[in-house]
Structure formats: C-alpha cells, structure tokens
C-alpha cells in the first residue's frame, strides 16, 4: 500500500493527474474546427470523418441473411439480405458484414476460403451464430445457410420448444456496396 501511495505522490508531482484543460484539448483535436473570431466548435461533415474500407465484393439475398427464408413461426428476418466480403476473391480470408433490411446494426463476420473452393462465412453475437457455406460462379453465390441460437425458443416438429435451428438453401447475387443499408 506505501508503494501505491509513492507511486501516486510522485505522479501528482509531475502533474500526471491534474485535471484536464479541455479548451486546449479542443484546439489539438483534428475532427474539430473552430470559424474565424468564434470561440465555439464546429463539427465538420460526418463523411470527412469516416473510415476509409478495404475493397469489398458485396452480394445481395432475396431472403434473410440471418434466419433465411420465412417460416410459419419463429423469429423472422428481413429481406433481402447483404453479404459484404472484404479482399475479396484475391485473398483466402478476411472480414465480412452481414445486414438484413430491417436490421439496425451488421454483423461482423469473417470469411475463409476452403480446399475445395467453397467459401463460409461464420457470424456470431451473444444471442445467435450464423454460418454460410456456398461457391462462387458467375457473380453470384450458392449454398447453404445456418442459424443456431440458444437464446430464441421454437417449437420443433413435435411441438416441444427447442433453441432456434434454421437451415436453408442460400443464393445471392452480386452488387454495388453502395446499395447496401
């Protein structure tokens, strides 16, 4: 504890903890403009701030990216869905993006290239986990579609409730990534 308290005295002396200036660090911050005779910030166009991405192929489904097409009950998606794949097909792996219409956030993902030159592509958050699996021919994407999830329940083919399980044919085709929501 005495060397805690040392260590504490010696960091106020070299001014370590003295409270902040904030109108200096308002002046050093690059995404900050002050006009001329203002004393008052302005923040600049949102698209001047934004993180420039790595070249990207994106797909887009006629069914959801994340429960595949409707069912009669059950947790349901929104078409259509979008699959953004960065790198490629130059590399054998890298990040992804899945977004359904309705959906308000991505889900990040990653994608790897297989022996057989199939392509999955695994997405997971605290509540479901996504697969795809499909090959690529022709601009467009074929395959299979998974979604498990433990936090959901749906009645099986015998009515007793179960985690959510769905598996599906999955198609896309290719698009421009500025349609993508």
Not at 12 to 29: F, N, V
């Amino acid at each position: 504890m005495k060397n805690l308290l040392a260590v504490f005295a010696l960091a106020l002396s070299y001014g370590a903890c003295k409270p902040a200036d904030k109108s200096a660090e308002l002046e050093r911050r690059p995404d900050t403009i002050r006009p001329a005779g203002s004393e008052t910030p302005v923040q600049p166009d949102i698209r001047s701030r934004l993180v420039r991405r790595k070249p990207a192929r994106c797909y887009r489904s006629p069914h959801s990216v994340f429960f595949g097409p409707a069912t009669r009950t059950g947790q349901q998606g929104r078409p259509p869905g979008w699959v953004r794949l960065e790198g490629f097909p130059e590399r054998g792996h890298g990040e992804a993006e899945l977004h359904d219409r309705g959906r308000g956030q991505a889900l990040g993902a990653g994608w790897r290239r297989r022996a057989d030159d199939s392509v999955t592509v695994l997405a997971n958050d605290d509540f479901v986990r996504i697969e795809l699996r499909f090959v690529v021919s022709n601009g467009s994407l074929s395959g299979l579609g998974g979604a498990h999830s433990d936090a959901a329940l749906e009645p099986d083919s015998t009515g007793r409730m179960s985690d959510l399980r769905r598996s599906w044919k999955f198609s896309a085709t290719e698009a421009p990534c500025d349609s993508m929501p």
